[in-house]
């Protein structure tokens, strides 16, 4: 158990030679465990942070909105108020600390989940993996405007990225969706956003 935490911690803290995204202190605070349990478990909180083009003007944001015929053109995840992981065009893809809550984004909690220690460990590995991948442009293309269904699975895109974190954190209602069709309206509607 001390072992997973600790490559938990290190990979937040950038101990294992990544960037630093936050301090062991607070790396700690997301992998809360519960005690008394029979086996080790941990608790999570995610949460949703959607944007509108009202709140994220522009071109691009036109057309997404225009294209998935949604007010929801961009989605980032919160896990237990200490981390985003995110996918921007321009940024790739990012797991960075989190600072104050951002003013221009429509937040949905979701009930905590709870992991096993190879649940935390595997999801400790995926978010490393994803630290750092490049925007999937043409994934965009081709899964979400012409019905080819292609990814690149070295890059990814927002609400790609985000629908695979909570798979991975075994949210309810996630498992069956296909991520690399899922917009930022699919998610927003799956926990029923206007």
């Not at 057309?63 to 992981?85: F, G």
């Not at 269904?149 to 498992?175: D, H, I, W, Y």
Request: glycine content about 6%.
């Amino acid at each position: 158990m001390k072992k997973i935490i600790n490559s938990f911690v290190s990979f937040f803290t950038g101990n294992d030679n990544t960037t630093s995204i936050m301090t062991a202190s607070e790396a700690l605070e997301m992998v809360a465990p519960i005690s008394g349990a029979a086996v080790p478990l941990y608790t999570i909180r995610p949460m949703l942070a959607f944007q509108t083009p009202e709140q994220s003007p522009g071109g691009y944001s036109t057309l997404i909105k225009w294209w998935t015929r949604s007010n929801y053109i961009h989605v980032e995840l919160v896990l237990n108020d200490s981390m985003w992981l995110s996918a921007a065009a321009g940024k790739g893809v990012r797991v960075k600390k989190l600072g104050p809550l951002k003013s221009n984004y429509t937040y949905v909690r979701l009930n905590s989940v709870t992991l096993t220690e190879e649940q935390l460990n595997s999801f400790s590995k995926w978010l490393a993996k994803q630290n750092g991948r490049g925007y999937d442009f043409w994934g965009i293309i081709f899964s979400q405007i012409f019905p080819f269904r292609l990814e690149n699975p070295s890059e990814g895109f927002c609400s790609e990225v985000v629908t695979k974190a909570l798979q991975m954190l075994t949210v309810p209602n996630t498992s069956c969706l296909q991520p690399n069709l899922i917009t930022p309206g699919d998610l927003a509607k799956l926990y029923n956003l206007p």
